[in-house]
């Protein structure tokens, strides 16, 4: 039997492509949480009648979370890309926030996130991915230097592995305080291991 060689193929509801951008599962992700968000936008998201956080509770467990379905194995995301997650993002948070696009509001969807407390799209996909970092760390048989040393055949670092060095080193910079006294991840990825096996839950805080 022949062996067909593919761009892309679906894997575990996850679409996987040869290319280093996630952008056939962006688009998939993109649907899947249209198809879940239309059918409510008007009768659930756009009723008066519920509070912003009975709203943002029912867009998180209904659509975010078909939005961001694996998106902490994605590593880089292109420009095309965040714009189709976060168009779709933005669509729900308005509806709820109650100033759709077409009414010519003058909020910028900056505005919009800060008065109903939401991230940005790009740190949303981030923080999926930190709180998998503790997860795989705190793994019998994981070790976070291990993780962060893993490199291609080229000797480069994993796509991966080059942006949760990145979250990691963003989250201290927005954070500080006693995460600068950790060091630099790569250089000191005992420090970060013990902090994220020892207190999870302060982790889990920090990430939110």
Known sequence: QALRVVPAYVHLGSTLAADKFPNADVQKRVSDAMQSYV???RSVFGNGTLSQATLLALARSLVFSRLLYKAHVWSKLSAWALRRLNGTYMRVLRRIFGCERYKRTALTDRQVRIALATPSMDCA??????RYLQQVVSSPASSLRALLSCTSSSGERLPWVKTIIQDMRGIVSHHGGKLEDLG???ENGDNWERFLVNYPRQWTLLVK
């Open 39 to 41: 059918p409510l936008a």
């Open 125 to 130: 996909v981030a923080q999926q991915r930190l």
């Open 184 to 186: 630099d991840p790569i």
